[in-house]
Structure formats: structure tokens, C-alpha cells
């Protein structure tokens, strides 16, 4: 390797150019190619079982998801300019390409279903909007006598309508989510009108990722180019480690590109990743050419670059190697964020490591050698190594109080991992108080929720749903799920049941109940279907009724509230199965709370696997099982204090938060890998333990604590996204490059010194 990087830079001219002309190669496929995937679904990996059989369901029923417009009048909607503005939004919607004219329900589509004397019918609840004072009023009892659509499309003080037109997956774009937008606005005044619904918060994602993205990538280059100015005390050395980073960038997004892979909002912290980490690299190989100009004042450019591959080029290598399994192995998750996330960000960190050992010295062969005041600083100051003599000799002297103190911090960590949490919600992902999720309250407030949970009811014959012992146990389970806080309401065909038994008797109160009889609920079923529209009972039963759909809506999409509503209906799994009924689940609501136990498994298994494959490269590398142990402890104890800070602070496990422990071993294992190659070094060089921990301290713990600061604050400016799961991430990443820097000069320091692991063969 290293005979191969001296004949490559031979010709530093050239090998600039040929990585300059790839680079653009990649910039322009970037630039044409990029695209933000917009839809959440596809965040999800559609071959597994329960996401096929969702699909299935999603077919069977019609189910999609829906945008929501709701019309508020604080002064009421029962007035000819609100309830005109309902009808004509509502046929707007229905003439848009995108939209199914079946698919929009409002109070001006809506079916009544009413008692006459021949029987039953299906009208509308008005067709031409009503003008005078009895029709108004005419309208509002009728609405407010069919449960079926008071409290659903029209709130309870009767203040706010909703129209709500469901969608396809594969329809929604950029551009039909700001026409909805635009459709709404024109409808503005003097009512409010509100826009929520799982497409916009797509939408709102695809608007916000990519802007966000553009925001935090100008801050964290000025971020760290003033912290790498700071620290590297020197433009030229500013320059060429910044060029590795933002060069690896490219290449990762191009790559990214080139193979068609959609930008989630998770790939947007890539640039933030790469160059937090890439510079770490340059920061090492200056901090050692620093330090060799120190002592040989008088070297060539040649001398110079020749000892710092020498010494460096091993330990920039094996770093590297590390940080790239660690995000590697998100490939376990079968969430595609993550996995797209790990294996390019992985790819990036390998192309920096390359940059770093080809550009940076090119750049010192072609641009000169650094200032070489240093040398001077050193002379007029010849105890700038003594602190860390010092702090070597005293953690030795005190190793009894660092090991109780990690101890204690680890019995504090593992307590707070049995709070962690794992959050599916996709609206928790923007501030509350942005208009996004101020809406989606709103909605809330008048109204069941703007997030669904399907339960698929599957019988073992045909007609089994006609059945009333059937049909009350449907009842019966919706009732108690609706004593959820977060549950608003339900709907299934009892309630068209219900509300038919009710209006053939006079809509008398006492027959609002399943009918008793299976002939009964066979002859009200056969009227509707002749009077009504029976698209809509469709949507809650197949036509062989061995198949029922009943809808929970809820007040939140996170896992929690999911989770507290499938507990109530799991009560039911066993008196409907003795009826030969099985119970299952679908919809974008069931899909997330999927999607965030494939997170969690997905976490268990990368975070083992990095795991154990970097102990297993540590001791490849060292050639020695004892030094891969010793290596994992300060990343271990980060992981610990990572996610027992999330349990204490109640900070949920999210697509964005699950990063967290492959980034920190994959970064924090540096620190580890640079220190132990040095302590070998400098052990088997004086064969003296405290030459050797004082030596190791100025060297690599100098280096260390360049690279942790340059990298904590390149992540700390996710503090300034839009995204709250961003900024968690930031200051948790952060937080373990404090720790693992911390915990490989003290715990691990102490460890390897006790070991005696380079001293027990004085040959």
C-alpha cells in the first residue's frame, strides 16, 4: 500500500486533474439524476408479509390514504356562502386527474340513509345549496340525526366541515401537492381553510428535505472550515481537507445518482456526516506532519510526505475500514432509509480515506510544506507537552476513580435503555408548532383523527358477516376501542347496520342495535345496495361477505397510540375466532408501526454486527483478540450512555435516531484505533510504560482531541434543521464523540496500561 502510494504520487499534477474530471462526472450525474422520494410507502420494503398482505387488503377495500380539507366558519357552516364553497371545492377535486370522482366524500356527496314509506332509500343531503332560513335548518337535522356523518364530516359545535378525497400512492407528485395547496388557498375567506392528511405530510417532507439540506450544508463547511482553521493554524491545510470532503460528497450522492436511488429524508445528513468525518483523516496526517517538522525543521517535501504516509497511512486505513462497517452495517435493516443511508455514507467515508492519502500529500508536494513558524512556537514554549504528561501520570495514579465512575454511568445507562421507545410517527418529524402539525391538531380537535388503523376481518365462509352474534362482536370491539383517548371513532358495517336498523323504525333510539335476525340483515343489505351506492359498502365489506373492514380513527400516528388500540382489539382475537373469524391488520397506520419494529430489529442487528466485526478487524489489525476487546470498550460505554440518555430524556427511536449507534462506533472506533497503533509504537520503541502513555498522550491524544472537536461541532449544526429528529441526532452524536473520545483516554488508556499487553515480552 504503501509502495503504491509513492508511485501515484509521482505525479501530483496528474492525479489532481484525474480526480477533479471523475468528480465532475459525478456532479452532473448528481445534478440531473437527484430526486426526494416523496412517498413514505417506499420507505418500506413492500416483499414483507405484512406489507404484502396490507397491499392485498389496500386492493381489496379500496383503501387509500386521504388529503383532508376542513372548511372552518367560526360563526357556523350551515350559511349558503360556506356550504356553496363546500360543493364547488368538492367538485374542484373531483375533476383533478388525480383523484378518483368516487373518492371525495363531503357533506355535499355524502348518502343520507333514510326510512320512507315504501321501505328505505339513499339520498343525497342536498344537491342545490340550500338559501333560506327553514331549508338551513331542515339540513342541519339532518345531519345531526345520522351518526353516520355528525362528529365525522361535520364537528360537533358545527363549525368545521371536511372533505376528505382519497388517493392513490403512485399518483401523488411535487406538482399535485402544490395544486391541492393552491385549490385550497383560492377557497380562503371569510372561512379558514385547512389541508392535512398523510400526502401532505409526504409532501411537506419533499418540500423541507432538500431545503433543509441546502441550509445545513453552507452552515457546516463554515462551521468546520473555521474550527479546521483554528485548529490546523494554516489555509493550505484548510483547503486540501476540505476538498477531500466535499469531493467525497459528490462522489457519494453521484453514485447515489448514477444507480437511480431516491434521496429520503434521512440522506440529507449525509453531506453532514462526510464532512463531519471525512476531516478527521486530515487532521491526523497534518497533526503528525506537524509534529515531525518539529523535529526535523530541515526536511524536504519529499522527507515530509514520505514519513507521514509511512507513519499514517496504516492507522488512516484501519479508521476508516472501521467507520465504514460501522455504517455498513445498516444493511441489516430492511427499512430502505437505512440501509441506502449506511451503505453510502460508507462509501463516501472510503473515497475520503483515498482522497486523504492521495490529495492532501499532492497538495503538500505541489503547494509547499506548512509554515514552519511552528517550530518556533515549540521552541518558546518546551512545555507544551507536559499537560499531557501530567494527565497521563494522574489517570494512572487515580485508575480506582475512573473505573467506579464508568461503572456508575453504565448502571445509570442500562437503566434508562428499558425507557427507550420506538416512534413510527412521520408528523412528529416537524415542529409542533409549524403549520403542518398546528393543522393536524386542529383536525383532531373537531374531528375522530387524520390517522387510520384497518382491522381485516377474515371468515372462514361466505355470508358469515350477515350474521348478528358476528356483527355485535364488531360492535362490541369498536365501542371499547373508542374509550381510547386517542381513538376519535370507528366504522365498519355495523354502523350501516345500526343506523338502517334504526331508520326502518322511525328512527327510534331503541333500534339503533344490530338487527336480530340474519334474514333482517340480509334484506336491509339488499336495500342498500338497490338504493344506495354500493361502492361504499365496498369499502367495508367484500362482496361475498367473508371479508369486513372496520377503520380506527386516530388523534396520532405514533406507535404508541397504535399500539394502545391493536391491544384492544387483540382482546377480541378469541371470541371472533371461535366464530371462525381471524383478525388482521392493514393500512398506512399498521404499516408504520411494521416499519418501526423493523427499525428496532434492524438496530439490534447492526449494532451487534458492527460490533463484533470491528473487534474481529481490531485484532486482524493488531494481530492480537485481547487488543480487539480492549478496542471496543470506549464504544461500548458510549452506546450505553447513548441510549440510556434516550430513555432518561425520552427521546423515541425514529429512522432518524437509529443512526445513532452505527455512527458512534463507526466514529468513535477511531479514536480507539489511533491511540492503540501509537501506544504500540511508541512501547516497542522505548520499551518504557511511562515513556510510552506520556509519548501516546501528546501524539494521538492531541489528534484525538482536534478530531472530536472539529467532528462535534460539524454535528452539532443539525441543531440548526427544521426536523427535531435531526437535532436529536446531533446532539446525541455529538454527546458519544464526547464519550468515546472521554472513554478512550481514560478507561481505555487504563485498560491497555494494565494490560502490560506490549511489555510482557522484552524481546
Known amino acids: ?155 360537533e359545535d358545527e363549525k368545521v366541515t371536511v372533505i376528505i378525497a382519497e388517493i392513490k400512492d403512485d399518483v401523488f407528485s411535487q406538482d399535485f401537492y402544490n395544486r391541492i395547496l393552491e385549490l385550497a388557498k383560492s377557497y380562503d375567506g371569510p372561512e379558514i381553510v385547512h389541508v392535512a392528511g398523510r400526502p401532505i405530510v409526504e409532501g411537506t417532507m419533499a418540500l423541507l428535505g432538500p431545503a433543509d439540506m ?189 473505573i467506579i465512575s464508568v461503572a456508575i454511568i453504565s448502571a445509570i445507562s442500562i437503566f434508562g435503555i428499558t425507557k427507550v421507545w420506538i416512534n413510527s410517527s412521520f408528523l412528529e418529524k416537524f ?14 380537535q373537531h374531528f375522530g383523527g387524520t390517522s387510520t388503523l384497518n382491522v381485516i376481518l377474515q371468515g372462514d365462509r361466505e355470508n358469515i358477516f350477515k350474521q348478528p352474534h358476528v356483527l355485535e362482536l364488531i360492535d362490541e370491539m369498536q365501542n371499547d376501542a373508542e374509550k381510547l383517548p386517542l381513538v376519535g371513532n370507528s366504522f365498519s358495517l355495523a354502523d350501516y347496520l345500526r343506523r338502517m336498523n334504526k331508520v326502518m323504525h322511525a328512527d327510534s333510539a331503541k333500534y339503533d342495535a344490530i338487527p336480530q335476525s340474519s334474514d333482517l340483515v340480509a334484506q336491509y343489505l339488499l336495500l342498500y345496495e338497490m338504493s344506495g351506492d354500493p361502492e361504499n359498502l365496498w369499502k367495508v365489506v367484500d362482496y361475498k361477505y367473508n371479508k369486513a373492514n372496520v377503520t380506527l380513527q386516530l388523534k396520532s400516528d405514533n406507535s404508541r397510540a397504535i399500539n394502545e388500540a391493536i391491544a384492544v382489539i387483540e382482546k377480541y382475537k378469541e371470541p371472533l375466532a371461535k366464530e371462525h373469524v381471524q383478525i388482521r391488520y392493514a393500512g398506512s397506520g399498521y404499516k408504520g408501526l411494521v416499519f418501526t419494529d423493523l427499525i428496532l430489529e434492524g438496530q439490534i442487528k447492526s449494532l451487534l454486527m458492527s460490533l463484533v466485526i470491528i473487534i474481529v478487524l481490531l485484532a486482524l489489525m493488531f494481530r492480537n483478540f485481547t487488543i480487539g476487546l480492549i478496542g471496543s470498550v470506549p464504544i461500548i460505554i458510549t452506546a450505553l450512555i447513548s441510549f440510556g440518555i434516550m430513555g432518561l430524556m425520552n427521546i423515541p427511536l425514529s429512522t432518524t435516531t437509529a443512526l445513532v449507534s452505527s455512527i458512534a462506533i463507526g466514529i468513535g472506533i477511531d479514536y480507539a484505533v489511533h491511540f492503540i497503533e501509537r501506544y504500540k509504537i511508541y512501547a516497542l520503541k522505548t520499551r518504557d510504560k511511562t515513556k510510552t502513555i506520556q509519548e501516546t498522550m501528546l501524539h494521538s491524544g492531541r489528534a484525538i482531541i482536534f478530531n472530536a472537536f472539529v467532528v462535534i461541532m460539524g454535528f452539532l449544526v443539525l441543531l440548526f434543521s427544521v426536523f427535531p429528529p435531526n437535532r436529536s441526532l446531533g446532539a446525541l452524536v455529538s454527546l458519544n464523540m464526547f464519550t468515546s473520545f472521554l472513554g478512550t ?19
Not at 96 to 119: F, P, Q, R, W
Not at 300 to 321: F, I, Q, Y
Not at 745 to 763: A, H
Open 745 to 763: 483516554v481514560t478507561i481505555m488508556f487504563i485498560i491497555l496500561y494494565s494490560s502490560n499487553i506490549y511489555f510482557k515480552d522484552k524481546k
Open 431 to 444: 415542529e409542533k408548532d409549524s403549520d403542518i402539525v398546528q393543522t393536524d391538531a386542529f383536525i383532531n
Open 1 to 155: 500500500m504503501e509502495k503504491l502510494l509513492y508511485k501515484i504520487l509521482k505525479y501530483p499534477w496528474l492525479v489532481v486533474i484525474v480526480i477533479l474530471a471523475i468528480s465532475a462526472g459525478f456532479f452532473m450525474a448528481m445534478k440531473d439524476n437527484s430526486r426526494m422520494e416523496t412517498d413514505l410507502d417506499k420507505y418500506m420494503p413492500q416483499e414483507h408479509p405484512a406489507f404484502v398482505y396490507s397491499n392485498q387488503a389496500e386492493e381489496w377495500f379500496n383503501i387509500n390514504d386521504g388529503i383532508i380539507i376542513a372548511i372552518e366558519n367560526k360563526d357556523g357552516i350551515y350559511n349558503s356562502g360556506t356550504l356553496k364553497k363546500v360543493k364547488d371545492l368538492t367538485k374542484a377535486l373531483q375533476k383533478m386527474d388525480e383523484i378518483e370522482k368516487n373518492d371525495v366524500t363531503s357533506l355535499y356527496t355524502a348518502d343520507n340513509i333514510v326510512g320512507t314509506d315504501d321501505g328505505m332509500d339513499v339520498k343525497a343531503f342536498y344537491k342545490r345549496v340550500p338559501k333560506t332560513p327553514e331549508k338551513l335548518e331542515a339540513l342541519r337535522q339532518k345531519v345531526r340525526s345520522n351518526e353516520m356523518i355528525y362528529k365525522r364530516l361535520v364537528s
Open 214 to 402: 441546502k441550509r445545513m450544508v453552507p452552515i457546516v463547511l463554515i462551521v468546520i472550515i473555521l474550527v479546521l482553521l483554528w485548529v490546523l493554524r494554516s489555509f493550505k491545510n484548510t483547503f486540501f481537507t476540505m476538498l477531500v470532503v466535499t469531493l467525497s460528497t459528490i462522489w457519494a450522492f453521484g453514485l447515489m445518482a448514477v444507480f437511480n436511488i431516491p434521496i429520503y429524508a434521512v440522506s440529507t445528513m449525509i453531506p453532514v456526516m462526510l464532512i463531519a468525518i471525512g476531516v478527521a483523516d486530515g487532521i491526523h496526517l497534518y497533526s503528525h506532519l506537524d509534529l515531525y517538522l518539529r523535529e526535523h525543521p530541515h526536511a524536504s517535501r519529499e522527507e515530509a510526505v514520505k514519513d507521514m504516509l509511512h507513519g499514517m497511512w496504516k492507522p488512516v486505513v484501519m479508521t476508516s475500514v472501521t467507520t465504514a462497517v460501522g455504517f455498513i452495517s445498516l444493511l441489516t435493516s430492511e427499512v430502505y432509509p437505512i440501509k441506502y443511508f449506511g451503505l453510502f455514507t460508507a462509501f463516501g467515508v472510503l473515497v475520503a480515506m483515498l482522497f486523504s492519502l492521495v490529495l492532501i500529500p499532492a497538495g503538500v508536494l505541489l503547494m509547499g510544506l506548512p509554515g514552519r513558524k511552528k517550530t518556533k512556537e515549540h521552541k518558546e514554549n518546551p512545555n507544551e507537552g507536559h499537560i499531557a504528561f501530567k494527565f497521563a501520570e494522574m489517570l494512572v495514579a487515580h485508575k480506582s476513580v475512573t
